[in-house]
């Protein structure tokens, strides 16, 4: 369906894609099937290239469904 809505003609001005969005933020917040579980308490706790590589999956796994933004928090703050 995301290609179908590409495809549709659009005036020359307006060249660039639709965005199509999800809040796709893992651990128990997951909205589309293939991204990556880890939740934020998990990143945190194993460091910032374990977090940037979580963010590089779920980008890849949303590009490959059509879907160019993600809502989810770029900081999020553990509760006890």
């Known amino acids: 369906m995301i290609a179908q809505l590409q495809a ?3 005036p020359l001005h307006l060249r660039d894609p639709l965005l199509i969005m999800v ?3 893992g651990g128990q917040v997951k909205r589309v099937s293939g991204a990556p579980n880890s939740s934020a308490r998990q990143m945190g706790a194993r460091g910032a290239a374990y977090s940037r590589e979580q963010g590089r ?3 890849r796994n949303l590009r490959g ?3 160019n933004v993600d ?3 770029v900081l999020d703050v553990a509760r006890p």
């Open 23 to 25: 809040d796709q933020e």
């Open 57 to 59: 999956l779920t980008a």
């Open 8 to 10: 549709i003609p659009r």
């Open 65 to 67: 469904l059509g879907i």
């Open 71 to 73: 809502l989810a928090p």
